[in-house]
């Protein structure tokens, strides 16, 4: 393949994903776009997940591990 195919490729597979990932917010803060995302990752490290809201103009929800 040459890089005029594969390029445009390489691209469309990278818009294409979801993002799925636990972001930090701010101090504490957390955005993660499930609430079972958010539990999950604070069992990962042994705490529980407190939700604190939706995030604003953003997909996803807000929360702290305590």
């Known amino acids: ?11 469309a597979i990278a ?3 979801t993002p799925n990932e636990v972001v930090r917010v ?4 957390l955005r993660a776009p499930t ?5 999950n990752y604070c069992r990962e490290k042994a705490s529980t997940a407190r939700m604190l809201g939706k995030a604003q103009a953003e997909a996803g929800i807000l ?3 305590e």
Do not use: I, K
């Open 15 to 17: 818009g294409c994903s």
């Open 35 to 39: 609430s079972a995302d958010a539990s």
């Open 63 to 65: 929360f702290r591990c």
């Open 1 to 11: 393949m040459n890089l005029r195919t594969l390029l445009p490729l390489v691209l």
């Open 26 to 29: 701010r101090e504490g803060v």
